[in-house]
């Protein structure tokens, strides 16, 4: 196996470009290293992204945030004022994992592990974030729904990775919010997630929600009849009523070893329901 | 020296027992520099790994291990067929360790190589070929006992043909009535226990309730894995460093698997991260002594967590069915049970155990239980904490709960009126001594838990438990040295604090501090046999043990001082650490100190050590009661324990933080048992959760600080009144929360894990019948 630590961008693009076998991203490294050392990939690259000026840094950016691919999750909260714009996105990243594993962890290494039950991603979605993709031929902005196709899949072609994500400027009286389900307290995986951003008018009417819900198909949904289930609502309970039977309708789960076909559908109204109220309740401040 | 009159059969009074010092071990153990059963290394050791089926089920064709043994940097390559099998060896622990010529679960080890790194290990293993042809599998117990089922051992278990049982005398329960006349061979043993007509004690009946409950097998999930380094030297003398908790099997296990004269190996124990009764027996030390003995150097083996999932000892998995019958009053007039307990690939489960405890907190004048041991292509199970009591417990408790409820009766009262007591005939066999399910239970009832108010889908359980406590062999000696201070040899290994206890004992006895009491866990060539760290039966009986030694050296002191006074042996008397002239003699001469005789010892004969061995007997059961409070999320079924209460009888708390430990840590096991520990497999019979992120094992946020009551009654079976307590803990917790759980939504489970999605399908149920 090879390890680089590459000091531009250009640098880290030319060796994925030119890597034959299997290469791998480096950053927080919390889920590549268990992956390595439980024999489930045997990279014959490593780029370790640390060492790329901007990488590690938070930086604001027409209102909103550009937050850099090797940010932790304790870094992230410890920035105060991302938080405060979009606190459904770092609520999200800092249920992953244990305060340890908070030290080290990513939203970018999140989001390109490609699991469906990525904590930050719903909530990223949610949000409106977008994902800068660098690679051999241009520098692309995607969606960030747009990244993980399936499990353990990405849409980023040969030579290219995520460099930051940019959370845009949150309008005013908008809220966020993520809760996830998992059967312990802490230091699990979401069985669903979900992330919820909205903003009101004076009144305190819905004009605008994004609804994204995890670990309920092959990757996290955006749920387009949840948003519409609320808008121009005040979030009365039939307006809750029908945005948690929306996001049930639009779960597709599996059963595994960590929850049922039927118990994710079921929860996945659940938390859309909750996780509205408490974005409510941050969007009239 | 008239000894006994200031040490009597049954002391009541204490200095230094019942004190919480800190635990010898306590600062090597938080600053890191204890050493664990991976932390030892020999100059050009290899490292060993051992290649595992990925079949629940498959015949083992071939194994190629020509293109490994190629390989630069491998040593050794090894099969069965080095390990043949010797004259008298346990043939289930031979081929648990080493298939021979049948995968009969999915981890089961298939070969093993040494090479001088991980990573040329590694890929050696993966150049072994071995041909599999996969067969049917099994790893349901109820699906194991049909006839139809896959046989894992062909021609081994008589079949059973259970319509031959109908008229035996014992014919017992409903579910075997059910399976009547089906024949099968998957039972490897049936067990009776019981006494009086429970027919006719049924027809006295005013409520009956009866159900089937399932329980899933779980792990002890001790935190480190098994590990040890080997090395067997060209004339064929061995040494093993390893954990475990209990180095004298390991040593007589290993000796008669290699077909080596026991003097020849010599085992010492490491500290041991955990066992909860999976580290009694062997998986990788036999296997690091075959490879170091071809390899001609030593060879360590660390297991990884994956490993310890899929192919060491979790519990029984168990299916059972319970019926009580009582009077409108709450008496018990007649109980029933049948367990069916699988313990994986080959017998032994703990059915047996199970149905000994099941209904043993009870006086009951009708009472009968059959068992049967049922063998899975799971892994072999190995003991984890009062073997098999927590599900018949889950059984017996949850039925009672719905009793008293039916009744009307205070869940603690119903227990008190049938509790068992002194004098008990218990429902497996012996007449209970002085025991303490009484006292536990008016605890209980009196602790300011049991009357906080609950709020909106909270709910409250009670559940009491029993479990018998081990006795056994047992070798202990204590040395003084030349300034007074003391070693005390142990052949017990150190699982819960039991250095810090027995140096308690050994002050107590001599009078002397506790800092003056070093304890070690000395190796298996220093000391005569000691049987396991098993059964609750450290504390009495390596303390029972280190009394007696400490009065064998009493005496021995004595006598040098009535030498040094020129009076007879029997004048002179030990009391507060020093020898003291007595009966006519007394006041003639100044005491001599512990550490004025130890100074003097060359000159008046030579060192000075007291020993004492025994095959201990009289250890006396722990009983306990739990009492815990639950809230529900009636949305998503998640459920969080608010407050947990154990009561447990001590017979006497020698270092009560320890006792305390014992109860919270049981009590925790439970919790996580009973909530979401499980072993999940796949179609194929490949275990879907080998690791700690989807075998949920509580984190400290799951649960609250458990609160303890520690209830003394003592045993008379020991000088200071000791009862086991490691393992009565986890023997309610199971009903307890269950029970709790209903008491909340009105949701009796019976099938675990309690996990929120079976919670939740069981709320709607309830909901869809109420609409």
């Not at chain 2, 290649?51 to 043994?69: C, M, N």
């Not at chain 2, 006292?439 to 009832?445: H, I």
């Amino acid at each position: 196996m090879r390890y680089e630590a590459p000091d531009t961008i250009k640098a880290a693009v030319g060796l994925l470009s030119k890597a034959k076998g299997t290469s791998r991203i480096l950053a927080g490294g919390t889920d590549l290293l268990v992956q390595m050392r439980s024999g489930m990939i045997e990279p014959d690259l490593v780029v370790d992204i640390k060492s790329i000026p901007g990488m590690r840094e938070i930086v604001a950016e027409k209102g909103g945030f550009r937050i850099g691919a090797a940010v932790s999750g304790a870094e992230l909260e410890e920035h105060g004022k991302v938080g405060k714009m979009w606190p459904g996105v770092v609520e999200a990243t800092n249920l992953i994992g244990s305060t340890q594993i908070q030290g080290r962890a990513t939203m970018v290494g999140n989001l390109c592990n490609a699991s469906p039950a990525a904590d930050s991603v719903p909530a990223m979605i949610a949000a409106g974030a977008t994902a800068r993709v660098v690679g051999p031929k241009r520098t692309r902005d995607v969606p960030v729904e747009d990244i993980a196709k399936a499990p353990g899949k990405t849409s980023l072609a040969k030579g290219e990775f995520v460099a930051s994500i940019f959370l845009p400027k949150a309008p005013a009286r908008t809220g966020s919010a993520y809760l996830r389900f998992i059967p312990r307290t802490e230091m699990d995986i979401a069985v669903v997630g979900a992330g919820i951003a909205m903003t009101l008018n004076a009144k305190g009417v819905i004009t605008a929600a994004k609804v994204s819900l995890g670990a309920v198909a092959a990757r996290a949904l955006v749920v387009e009849e949840c948003a519409k289930a609320i808008i121009g609502s005040t979030l009365d309970d039939a307006a809750l009523d029908r945005l948690a039977a929306a996001a049930s309708a639009a779960a597709k789960p599996i059963s595994d070893k960590r929850g049922t076909v039927d118990f994710r559908i079921k929860v996945a109204g659940v938390l859309a329901r909750r996780a509205a109220v408490i974005a409510y309740d941050r969007a009239r401040g | 020296m008239p000894l006994d009159a200031n040490t009597p059969d049954l002391r009541t009074e204490f200095k230094s027992v019942g004190t919480r010092p800190n635990r010898p071990d306590g600062v090597d153990k938080v600053t890191g520099r204890a050493r664990f059963g991976a932390d030892f290394a020999l100059p050009g050791q290899l490292t060993g790994l051992i290649l595992r089926s990925p079949h629940a089920h498959a015949k083992i064709k071939s194994i190629d291990t020509s293109a490994a043994e190629a390989l630069p940097g491998v040593k050794a390559v090894i099969t069965y067929k080095d390990i043949p099998e010797q004259e008298g060896c346990d043939k289930d622990v031979l081929v648990n360790i080493m298939a021979r010529g049948t995968a009969l679960y999915d981890g089961h080890a298939v070969a093993a190589v040494a090479a001088v790194d991980a990573s040329v290990a590694r890929k050696a293993l993966k150049l072994i070929k071995v041909d599999y042809k996969v067969l049917k599998h099994v790893t349901d117990v109820d699906e194991a006992m049909k006839p139809d089922a896959p046989v894992l051992h062909p021609g081994r278990f008589e079949p059973v043909d259970f319509s031959t049982l109908e008229n035996a005398a014992h014919v017992s329960g409903k579910e075997e009535r059910k399976t009547a006349t089906r024949a099968h061979s998957n039972i490897a043993g049936r067990y009776v226990f019981g006494h009086g007509d429970p027919d006719k004690g049924f027809k006295q009946a005013d409520i009956i309730v009866e159900h089937e409950f399932k329980t899933e097998a779980t792990h002890q999930g001790y935190i480190e894995p098994h590990a040890c380094t080997a090395s067997v030297s060209s004339d064929g003398m061995a040494e093993l460093w390893v954990c475990t908790q209990g180095p004298f099997m390991v040593r007589d296990v290993c000796a008669s698997l290699l077909g080596m004269d026991v003097s020849r190996l010599r085992v010492t124990p490491s500290e041991i991260g955990g066992g909860f009764g999976g580290k009694t027996t062997v998986f990788i030390e036999p296997v690091a002594l075959a490879l170091s003995r071809k390899a001609g150097k030593p060879v360590k083996v660390v297991m990884s967590r994956s490993e310890v999932f899929r192919a060491t000892g979790p519990t029984s998995s168990a299916s059972m069915w319970v019926k009580i019958g009582a009077k409108k009053d709450g008496t018990f007039v007649a109980a029933d049970a049948v367990l069916k307990y699988q313990g994986g690939a080959f017998p032994g489960s703990p059915v047996e155990m199970g149905a000994m405890c099941a209904f043993a907190c009870y006086d009951l004048k009708n009472v009968r239980i059959v068992g049967y041991d049922v063998v899975t292509n799971r892994p072999k199970q190995a003991a984890y904490r009062a073997p098999g009591a927590p599900m018949s417990a889950f059984a017996v408790e949850g039925v009672i709960g719905e009793i008293a409820d039916k009744l009307g009766i205070d869940a603690i009262d119903i227990r008190l009126k049938n509790a068992a007591k002194e004098g008990t005939v218990s429902s497996y066999g012996p007449t209970f001594g002085p025991v303490g399910l009484v006292e536990t239970l008016e605890a209980a009832k009196a602790h300011k838990n049991y009357k906080v108010k609950l709020g909106k889908n909270q709910g409250r359980g009670v559940a009491s438990g029993f479990w018998f406590n081990f006795a056994g062999n047992t070798c202990v000696s204590i040395n003084l040295n030349v300034d007074g201070t003391l070693a005390l040899a142990l052949g017990t290994v150190d699982i819960g604090g039991s250095r810090a206890s027995m140096c308690l004992m050994a002050a107590e006895e001599l009078g002397i501090s506790y800092e003056d009491v070093r304890a070690i866990i000395a190796d298996t060539s220093s000391l005569g046999y000691n049987d396991i760290s098993e059964g609750s039966r450290v504390t009495f009986s390596s303390g029972l043990a280190t009394i007696k030694a400490v009065r064998d050296l009493k005496v021995k002191m004595c006598g040098r001082a009535a030498k040094i006074w020129g009076i007879p042996e029997d004048a002179v008397k030990w009391e507060n650490g020093a020898a003291h002239p007595a009966g006519s003699n007394a006041g003639n001469f100044p005491p001599l100190s512990i550490k004025e005789i130890a100074a003097q010892a060359s000159a008046t004969g030579g060192p000075l050590a007291g020993h004492y061995e025994i095959n201990a007997e009289g250890a006396g059961p722990s009983f306990a009661t739990h009492v815990c409070d639950v809230e529900v999320d009636p949305d998503t079924g998640a459920m969080k324990v608010l407050r947990y209460l154990v009561v447990q009888d001590a017979g006497k708390a020698i270092h009560p933080s320890y006792v305390e430990g014992q109860f919270q840590g049981g009590a925790v096991q439970g919790i996580g048992w009973v909530l979401n520990e499980e072993y999940f497999y796949g179609k194929d019979g490949t275990l879907q959760n080998a690791g700690f992120l989807d075998y949920r094992i509580p984190v400290c946020s799951d649960v609250p600080m458990i609160d303890t009551v520690i209830v003394e009654v003592p045993n008379p079976g020991h000088p200071y009144g000791v009862r086991g307590v490691g393992e009565t803990s986890i023997v309610p917790p199971l009903a307890c929360v269950a029970n709790a759980v209903s008491d909340a939504i009105g949701v009796r489970a019976r099938t675990l894990p309690m996990s929120p999605p079976k919670v939740l399908a069981a709320l709607e149920g309830v909901a869809a019948s109420k609409a």
